[in-house]
């Protein structure tokens, strides 16, 4: 190796490539300029999974959007039925309570009204299209078989709330006062004195039988000409 010889030349060439070199913007320039470029394309990767989840949600929202608020008007039409049909029945200054002071049979002919409540929705021009489902036990279950898409069961419940909640804001304007009171409460449905826990199981119970019944109906052979 050749010994370099330290002369107060070589010091000074030494000290102007120093300055030179901080002085000099490209390296400044291509580092800056590759950070740019970093968040540049960093923005653009956000960007593009903002764009495809929109796109993915909206899609759906635009080819379905009628289903989903016929969903919600028919759940809406459900709920108003509900607070009607147990004001009338319940509430201690009705006529119709005065007149049946068996709570059975009031709770019956409410379970009669609902009944035919959910049959006119489900035959009319609405339900037919929409599939009435009415309830998100039944959109989760189509969900699950493959039936309903994805987005379109999320949207399809968002409606079925948006439409129950509205319904019952529409019955205590209708209403007033009575549907508040506590033998009407809104046609809520409470757990019984044997608590929560057998609320949820009969809950669950009732919905297997609901969907045993719907899904093996509409897939058995008709057994007659209707």
């Given at each position: 190796?050749?010994?370099?010889?330290?002369?107060?030349?070589?010091?000074?060439?030494?000290?102007?490539?120093a300055v030179l070199i901080a002085s000099?913007?490209?390296?400044?320039?291509?580092?800056?300029?590759?950070?740019?470029?970093?968040?540049?394309?960093?923005?653009?990767?956000?960007?593009?999974?903002?764009?495809?989840?929109?796109?993915?949600?909206?899609?759906?929202?635009?080819?379905?959007?009628?289903?989903?608020?016929?969903?919600?008007?028919?759940?809406?039409?459900?709920?108003?039925?509900?607070?009607?049909?147990?004001?009338?029945?319940?509430?201690?200054?009705?006529?119709?309570?005065?007149?049946?002071?068996?709570?059975?049979?009031?709770?019956?002919?409410?379970g009669i009204a609902m009944g035919l409540?959910?049959?006119?929705?489900?035959?009319?021009?609405?339900?037919?299209?929409?599939?009435?489902?009415?309830?998100?036990?039944?959109?989760?279950?189509?969900?699950?078989?493959?039936?309903?898409?994805?987005?379109?069961?999320?949207?399809?419940?968002?409606?079925?709330?948006?439409?129950?909640?509205?319904?019952?804001?529409?019955?205590?304007?209708?209403?007033?006062?009575?549907?508040?009171?506590?033998?009407?409460?809104?046609?809520?449905?409470?757990?019984?004195?044997?608590?929560?826990?057998?609320?949820?199981?009969?809950?669950?119970?009732?919905?297997?039988?609901?969907?045993?019944?719907?899904?093996?109906?509409?897939?058995?052979?008709?057994?007659?000409?209707?």
């Amino acid at each position: 190796i050749k010994r370099i010889s330290w002369s107060p030349h070589t010091w000074t060439e030494v000290v102007l490539a120093a300055v030179l070199i901080a002085s000099n913007p490209a390296p400044k320039k291509a580092y800056f300029g590759n950070k740019v470029k970093r968040r540049r394309a960093s923005s653009w990767q956000k960007s593009s999974i903002l764009q495809w989840s929109l796109t993915i949600m909206l899609t759906p929202l635009r080819r379905h959007w009628p289903e989903y608020l016929m969903e919600a008007g028919g759940l809406g039409i459900f709920m108003v039925s509900a607070c009607l049909a147990v004001t009338l029945f319940e509430y201690p200054s009705s006529p119709v309570r005065e007149a049946i002071p068996d709570a059975v049979v009031r709770r019956v002919l409410i379970g009669i009204a609902m009944g035919l409540t959910a049959i006119g929705i489900v035959y009319s021009p609405w339900g037919k299209q929409s599939g009435a489902h009415l309830n998100p036990s039944f959109t989760l279950a189509f969900f699950r078989l493959g039936k309903v898409e994805a987005m379109d069961a999320l949207f399809y419940v968002l409606a079925q709330f948006a439409g129950a909640v509205m319904g019952v804001l529409l019955s205590a304007a209708l209403i007033g006062g009575p549907i508040g009171h506590p033998t009407a409460s809104y046609a809520v449905t409470v757990p019984g004195i044997d608590g929560p826990a057998v609320a949820f199981i009969a809950g669950v119970f009732i919905s297997v039988l609901l969907l045993l019944g719907v899904l093996g109906g509409v897939n058995l052979p008709p057994s007659g000409p209707f």
